[in-house]
């Protein structure tokens, strides 16, 4: 704002030279953290393998470096979970409330294949985003001519039902779950497969928003009609969307199964994953490139640290509860909104979004 | 034979329209607040066991009889709906839908958590004497609560139709609902109205929440299938008149009752599945409902 140069704020796209520093700073900053976190796990093989020893020997350091990576596995697991929910959600603005449902099918298809099949993890993992996209191809070409309510709870309604059916047929377990063999003192492998995931899915949204695809995901999400006047096939390219973003999730479902070596329905189908992913994409920012990654990390490290389980977890909830009312009401355009410079945090920034949405 | 087997689907058939009861009461409060505020409570079915609690907590401290319950259920409901209209909804009214979605599911979440911590996660009933029995007439047994259930259920849908279609306040909201400009336009405070259905909706919720305290058992998360229930009712029925959310509660828990017990390798752990499977059927062979206009 002190620099004479620069256009006034209210009316630039572009972010301010203050604006650029910030976000210079910030992302130099994210590349030592992350490489910080990508080394960690190394540390953790290396030691196993060197002392040759039970995780249990291995003393103190080892544990909480332990327990660090495995936090570090569940954000990146999020930020894939949130990055491919943006696809369909963020980019398209299709409310997908069942993301879930492909998470649960690619855990169950690792689970059923690895445990009941005797296949190895590594044949089985492919499968897991083929499943996942066909059932989300099938399910998308009735569901998606569905809009805004209808399609949410729809949504909804598929994550419920898709885990119930499973757990009612005996060939997956049925009530009792799943048990892909353990894999052991493979913590550093799970997380650069998660990671690998994560990185997936934020490359496959970098490419779709450069792509004529996303500009046509895009021109749906802001008028549908007038995007297939304009002779984009709208049909296709949500289906498309919707079956992109399930393979991304089916895949990290998939992980997920041989990593925790146990999958049920309530593990895998879990309701609040649907709404935590979309929670994480919003408050870093619907329908950008790092939003839903920036969301992750915050919001699932926020869980992390406040929920240490037992009594703690029902407060954390509760915070999980608040914190989306607040976001909702307040920053509905994400903090990547005022991170990325176009405008800023403030208590007029606030109020403007308070007065934009209520009556 | 015959006669045992035609027996057996009357008593299908009576079990079906009163669990159909038991929908168009948790329904009811759903379809005005979807209809008029063009908001789907993802919170719904925590406000329905904010009236389990209710009733439980009043017949297992001060022994009142569950039914005699169900107007202070109401009216605790009344105002909690109203306060979190007025004090949170009302605050994204104007956003994109799927805000209100998020934020109602928020709001589901801190409820829950509160029942967890207040409640705990046990599983809590009202007994009452005539628990357990019922009527028999020719071999088919009708169950007291549940008949109660159904009559009281159509009560309300028959008071909240009159509420809606004889009062100037009843005006109000269909007015809000059909054009709310227009209705502010000529004088009607939107802010006031929309808390107003809102707490109405509740009030419903917190009877249907009575109700269910004497057929179930109660627990935070008890409410949780009713949500996506009472969307497939209003579905089915189609959005914006008391009698179709009546006739779809009741055909939905025909439908539901008859396909678990009519068809083979269906049972009682197939109820969400074909919830869902009705609403997939519904909204795409027939998007308006059964009754429905079109929107």
Redesign the interface.
């Given at each position: 704002m002190s620099d004479p140069e620069a256009p006034p704020a209210a009316f630039s796209t572009q972010p301010s030279r203050a604006g650029r520093r910030l976000r210079r700073v910030i992302l130099v900053a994210f590349l030592v953290a992350a490489v910080i976190v990508a080394v960690l796990p190394l540390t953790l093989t290396e030691q196993a393998a060197d002392a040759n020893l039970d995780p249990a020997t291995l003393g103190i350091d080892f544990a909480i470096n332990k327990s660090i990576v495995r936090a570090e596995t569940t954000i990146a697991m999020f930020i894939a979970l949130a990055a491919a929910w943006n696809l369909i959600g963020g980019l398209t603005g299709y409310a997908a409330f069942g993301n879930v449902a492909f998470f649960g099918l690619g855990a169950y298809t690792v689970g059923f294949l690895t445990d009941k099949q005797h296949l190895s993890f590594a044949l089985a993992l492919p499968l897991a985003p083929l499943v996942a996209a066909v059932f989300a191809a099938l399910i998308g070409i009735p569901l998606l001519r569905l809009r805004g309510h209808y399609f949410a709870i729809a949504t909804l309604g598929t994550g419920v039902a898709v885990g119930e059916v499973i757990k009612n047929i005996d060939a997956f377990g049925g009530g009792t779950g799943l048990f892909p063999p353990i894999l052991r003192h493979a913590d550093a492998l799970f997380f650069y497969l998660m990671a690998a995931t994560a990185a997936l899915a934020v490359a496959a949204t970098w490419l779709v928003l450069r792509s004529r695809f996303g500009y046509g995901l895009i021109a749906i999400r802001e008028n549908e009609e007038a995007a297939s006047v304009l002779g984009v096939n709208t049909v296709a390219y949500k289906v498309a969307a919707f079956t992109l973003a399930a393979a991304l999730t089916g895949l990290a479902g998939g992980v997920f199964a041989q990593w925790t070596s146990f999958i049920d329905q309530e593990s895998v189908f879990p309701i609040q994953y649907n709404v935590q992913m979309i929670l994480m994409a919003i408050i870093g920012g619907a329908g950008t490139l790092f939003g839903p990654v920036a969301g992750a990390i915050v919001l699932e490290w926020l869980i992390l640290t406040l929920a240490g389980g037992g009594t703690n977890a029902v407060y954390a909830q509760i915070g999980l509860g608040v914190l989306l009312a607040v976001t909702v009401i307040f920053v509905p355009r994400g903090v990547v909104d005022f991170f990325g410079g176009s405008s800023k945090l403030s208590l007029a920034y606030l109020r403007r979004s308070l007065r934009e949405t209520s009556v | 034979m015959g006669g045992a087997a035609v027996t057996l689907l009357i008593q299908q058939v009576v079990l079906g329209l009163m669990l159909g009861g038991v929908y168009v009461a948790v329904a009811i409060g759903f379809s005005l607040v979807?209809g008029i505020l063009?908001i789907?409570n993802l919170a719904h079915g925590a406000l329905v066991v904010v009236g389990m609690y209710t009733t439980w907590y009043l017949f297992s401290h001060f022994g009142l009889d569950p039914f005699l319950t169900l107007p202070i259920a109401a009216l605790a409901l009344f105002v909690i709906g109203y306060i979190l209209q007025r004090g949170?909804i009302?605050?994204?009214?104007?956003?994109p839908?799927?805000?209100t979605?998020?934020?109602t599911?928020?709001?589901?979440?801190?409820l829950?958590?509160?029942f967890?911590?207040w409640f705990k996660a046990d599983f809590r009933s009202v007994t009452t004497s005539y628990s357990g029995t019922g009527l028999v007439v020719a071999g088919v047994t009708v169950p007291y609560v549940r008949l109660a259930a159904l009559v009281i259920a159509l009560l309300l849908a028959g008071a909240v139709g009159l509420f809606l279609n004889r009062t100037r306040t009843g005006f109000a909201i269909q007015a809000v609902g059909a054009d709310k400009d227009a209705a502010q336009l000529v004088g009607i405070d939107?802010?006031h109205v929309?808390a107003l259905t809102f707490a109405v909706g509740a009030a419903c919720a917190g009877v249907a929440g009575g109700l269910l305290s004497t057929i179930q058992a109660i627990s935070p998360t008890a409410g949780?299938p009713y949500t996506?229930q009472a969307?497939?009712v209003v579905?089915l029925g189609g959005l914006g008149r008391v009698s179709a959310t009546v006739v779809g509660g009741l055909l939905f828990g025909l439908i539901e009752v008859l396909a678990q017990s009519q068809v083979p390798g269906l049972?009682a752990?197939?109820s969400?599945?074909i919830?869902?499977?009705i609403?997939?059927l519904v909204?795409?062979l027939r998007?308006q409902g059964l009754l429905g206009r079109l929107a």
């Open positions: - | 979807w063009n789907v949170v009302n605050r994204v009214i104007r956003a839908l799927f805000f979605l998020l934020l599911f928020g709001i589901n979440l801190v829950i958590n509160l967890l911590v939107l802010r929309y949780e996506l969307f497939v579905i049972g752990g197939w969400n599945a919830a869902f499977a609403l997939v909204l795409v998007p």
